[in-house]
């Protein structure tokens, strides 16, 4: 038996990617990103091969994953994770920093920012996993990370199509 919604255990989280690679400045939603080692310090993003923001990640050589607190309401969401960069500035209306790598970021309704220089990408298929050294973290705010069942029991959100944890009903 196969029941891919208990896949819906795990834990998972809500966040930004983004790139900037001198033509187009891209961020968009992902709820699949973690730490892969400590010694270098890797992080690891999936990212659909879909979005434009995945081309963007491939040129730049480098990725800002920001973790979104609470504060992120549906709006917020809507602009990083229902639209495409590639005809839509999605930080016109949330602002925008730059990391010490030059990516952009969103510095609202997030609570920590890293930045990372693409060291592998893998093709798994309906996604690309990016792995990048981080070269800058810092915690920007006291707000609580909000979790993939946050988002779904609190905001009522549904995921995507192009999210890696999409199951067609």
Do not use: W
Request: net charge negative; with cysteine.
């Amino acid at each position: 038996m196969l029941d891919p919604t208990a896949l819906f255990s795990m834990s998972y989280g809500l966040y930004v990617v983004s790139a900037d690679d001198g033509e187009h400045k891209v961020g968009c939603l992902i709820n699949t990103a973690t730490q892969v080692t400590a010694e270098p310090i890797q992080v690891m993003v999936a990212v659909n091969k879909g979005n434009f923001s995945a081309d963007v990640i491939r040129r730049a050589g480098a990725f800002a994953v920001t973790v979104l607190d609470e504060t992120a309401d549906m709006p917020y969401i809507g602009n990083f994770g229902f639209r495409t960069s590639e005809n839509y500035d999605k930080f016109d209306k949330y602002g925008c920093a730059t990391t010490d790598d030059g990516c952009p970021y969103s510095p609202e309704h997030i609570c920590a920012v890293m930045s990372a220089k693409l060291v592998q990408t893998v093709d798994v298929g309906s996604h690309y996993l990016f792995i990048g050294q981080v070269t800058q973290a810092e915690k920007v705010g006291e707000g609580k990370p909000m979790t993939y069942g946050y988002y779904h029991s609190v905001l009522k959100g549904k995921t995507p199509p192009k999210a890696s944890s999409y199951v067609a009903s």
